[in-house]
Nanobody
Framework: QVQLVESGGGLVQPGGSLRLSCAAS????????MGWYRQAPGKERDLVAA???????NFADSVKGRFTISRNNAKNTVYLQMNSLKPEDTAVYYC?????????WGQGTQVTVSS
């Protein structure tokens, strides 16, 4: 099993930045895929950014050029750096991991972009 603990959400003005962190309970070397999804009210949960196989990454078109994903292997932590935030980025952000063909989710952290 994998436990995921997120942190770093909050309220930010349009154009601002936030960094989300997701700490895993096991070595991220053993995890097949890890990243972030988000869910806005009344909408489906969608991929934001993720490490897929190896060091490959995948981003939603809506965040390309604004968000980056990185990781600290020693801390078993994945980060989502969000820049140039827009009101439409407002959502609950969930950390995600796929391990041994099972999906695991964090508890979610709220990101609100508003003036």
């Amino acid at each position: 099993q994998v436990q995921l603990v997120e942190s770093g959400g909050g309220l930010v003005q349009p154009g601002g930045s936030l960094r989300l962190s997701c700490a895993a309970s096991r070595s991220i070397f053993s995890i097949n895929a890890m990243g972030w999804y988000r869910q806005a009210p009344g909408k489906e949960r969608d991929l934001v950014a993720a490490f897929t196989s190896g060091s490959a990454t995948n981003f939603a078109d809506s965040v390309k050029g604004r968000f980056t994903i990185s990781r600290n292997n020693a801390k078993n932590t994945v980060y989502l750096q969000m820049n140039s935030l827009k009101p439409e980025d407002t959502a609950v952000y969930y950390c995600y991991a796929r391990y041994l063909d099972k999906d695991y989710w964090g508890q979610g952290t709220q990101v609100t972009v508003s003036s």
